[in-house]
């Protein structure tokens, strides 16, 4: 960079482009915006916060609308997906409700709580049907298999995983194995007499109720307290919670771990399945496993190529998520009682409503408009308000750059002035900058020959503040050098100018001191270094 400073007849090369830019620094990346990304900022966020005190457990409806319900407290609330607004509360309870899940038709749903008894309720009309109580201490999850309505399973804090009749109120299977807290449970989606459940034991166990002995088919071991456990849509694979981890499991392969998703700081307290992607015949739906855990964060993770393609961050320790079947809504439940719900709107939708406005104004005759003629003023502007298509070529006018004071000088040749006014402007890339397209034009060194006493002490202050800064000290310190060689008798002449010399000196002997040290710490660890990698 030094010897770009001297001065030699060759041919000048003036930028065209102005504003000026420092070439030194280095341009940031903007964020590409993926279309996982894009998916998830459809959604319209709405905070549900009129509930006191955590939610432990949401269940979707598996039928349309597709209304979820949320425990909280010591009742059962809930809430409809196209605007989250309550529709029926259910506080029969008398204890807090730990669980709740439908029966596969809808119309019905189970909901434990912590006195150890299990419920029944009508959806529509809220009426108890049934009372299921066995477990000898509180229960922790109750859950309908996929494709059976008679039957239940439940799992508590005494360690015992029940198979319940519905209609005959009465335990068909106690299922011994664990041995502490059952905390979470699922069904197979495809098979209706196997489950499995998950305990603070740190292991999952698969049953199946055909099975004689009443032991467990597979279990496996997660490695922290199980949190929650979910089958995956195929059937032959699970996903684990526990710790700061989510493990996915084959099941088919007997019990080998596939996986383990380690990307949350806390622990994991729920997950669920969900589908991503646009509506049918636009771009095909995907599974994710989407998990939240006390850090605030929801996690949506690809198990296809088993990475986290998404994350959210919310501003409350988060205990429990849902997930619609149609992928239009997710509720996630947070320890402070409020319900984060979104509900991403379709096309269909916008139809609807436009559609309903206009029946709600009423039908209005179109106006009639005049023949469009050549002679006419509104026949050249026709078509002047239509929005381009999506293969549409768009030809957009420049924006007018405004120009600094020091471009429009350069602009104009008087080299100078230029550097005497973005020195005066004390911002730092744009003095770089001018510099160094004075450099490009061969200009920079006649211009500080030219510079007068007040000027010159100017251009030392700049150079003693930022002469040491490593991204411009390969052309600030030539520069130095050279305005000392060039300048000396004014230097030696002024007291102001011998002053800055003196803090240029301070400075740079600064600098030298601590690259002295920095020099000397590196011998000191180098050998460690060496040491440790033999090892």
Known sequence: MADLL???????????????????????????????????????????????????????????????????????????????????????FSDVVTSCSFRCDGSLIAASDLSGLIRVFDVKTRTPLRRLRSHARPVRFVKYPSLDKLHLVSGGDDSVVKYWDVA?????????????????GDCSPIDGDMFVTGSYDHTVKLWDVRVDNKESVIEVNHGNPVEDVIFLPSGGMVATAGGNSVKIWDLI??????????SHNKTVTSICVGKVGKESGEEALQYRIFSVALDGYMKVFDYAKMKVTHSMRFPAPLMSIGSSLDCMTRAIGSSNGIIFAGRRKAKEDVGESKARNFWALGSVEEPQRRALRPTYFRYFHRSQGEKPNEGDHLIMRQKKVKLAEHD???????????????????????????????????????????????????????????????????????????????????????????GHVRNLKRSVEEEIRIQHSLQEIQGVISPLLRIAGRR
């Open 408 to 498: 429009k000088l350069l602009k104009k040749f008087r080299h100078k002035e230029a550097l005497v006014s973005v020195l005066g402007g004390k911002n730092t890339e744009n003095v770089v900058a001018v510099m160094e397209e004075l450099v490009a034009r061969r200009k920079l060194l006649k211009c500080v020959v030219n510079l007068d006493e007040e000027e010159l002490g100017l251009l030392l202050g700049f150079l003693h503040k930022h002469s040491t800064m490593p991204r411009h000290s390969g052309l600030l310190t030539g520069l130095t050098r050279k305005v000392l060689e060039m300048r000396t008798e004014d230097i030696r002449a002024s007291d102001a100018l011998k």
């Open 253 to 262: 392969g007997g019990g080998k771990m596939v996986y383990s998703m380690e």
């Open 6 to 92: 001297v001065e030699q007849p060759q041919e000048i090369t003036i930028s065209k482009t102005f504003p000026t830019k420092p070439k030194l620094k280095p341009k940031p990346k903007a964020p590409s915006k993926t279309s996982e990304s894009k998916y998830w900022s459809s959604f319209k966020s709405h905070q549900i916060s009129n509930l006191i005190s955590s939610i432990p457990s949401i269940d979707f409806s598996p039928i349309s609308p597709h209304n979820f319900a949320a425990a909280n407290s010591a009742s059962l609330t809930l809430f409809s997906s196209n605007t989250f607004s309550p529709t029926s509360t259910i506080s029969s």
């Open 168 to 184: 005959g109120e009465s335990v068909v299977l106690d299922l011994y194995g664990h041995r502490d807290y059952v905390r979470c």
